[in-house]
C-alpha cells in the first residue's frame, strides 16, 4: 500500500481560492465582496474589536485589516469608538447600516454554504473539527516559525 502523498495544504489553498470564487459569485448582488462580508462578519458577531483583534480573527495582515475596516467606515458601515481598556486605541464596531448590509449579504453566504455541503461526501461536524484543527496547527506552525525567526534576528 502507497503512501498518500500530503497535499492536503495545497488542497486547502485551491479549496481557499474556489471557495472565494464561490462567494463573490453569490455576493454579486450584495454590493460587498468576499473579503468584505469577511470584515462584517466578524463585526457582526463580536462588538468592538481593536483593528489587532479583528485582524487576528479574520486572518488578515494589520494592513489590510486597517484598509478594510477604514472603507466600511469611510460608507458609514462601521465606526470607530474610544477603548474603555486602552485609552490609546480605538474599537471598530458595526453601525446599524452596516447591520443591515451583514443582514442582506447573509443569504447569499447561505446559499454558498448550501452549495458546498450538498457536495460533500462526509458529515459537516467532521468538516468544521478537520479545518478548525487543520487551522490550529497551522497557527501554531506559524507562530513557531516567527518566533524562529525572531531569534535568528537577535542572534545577528
Known amino acids: 500500500m502507497s503512501e498518500t502523498p500530503r497535499r492536503y495544504l495545497l488542497d486547502l489553498h485551491l479549496a481557499y481560492h474556489l471557495a472565494g470564487s ?5 455576493l454579486v448582488g450584495a454590493g460587498i465582496s468576499a473579503e468584505e462580508y469577511a470584515v462584517y462578519s466578524v463585526l457582526g458577531q463580536e462588538t468592538g474589536l481593536t483593528p489587532t483583534e479583528l485582524s487576528r480573527r479574520l486572518g488578515f495582515a494589520l494592513s489590510s485589516t486597517i484598509f478594510r475596516s477604514g472603507k466600511l467606515i469611510e460608507r458609514g458601515h462601521a465606526r470607530r469608538i474610544p477603548n474603555p481598556r486602552d485609552r490609546r486605541s480605538t474599537l471598530i464596531e458595526l453601525t446599524p447600516s452596516g447591520r443591515r448590509v451583514l443582514e442582506r449579504a447573509r443569504p447569499a453566504f447561505g446559499r454558498v454554504l448550501d452549495r458546498i455541503e450538498s457536495h460533500l461526501e462526509v ?9 478548525s484543527k487543520l487551522g490550529e496547527a497551522v497557527a501554531a506552525a506559524l507562530a513557531e516559525a516567527q518566533d524562529e525567526a525572531l531569534l535568528q534576528r537577535k542572534a545577528s
Do not use: C, G, S
Open 22 to 26: 464561490l462567494i463573490e459569485h453569490e
Open 123 to 131: 458529515e459537516r461536524p467532521e468538516v468544521q473539527t478537520a479545518v
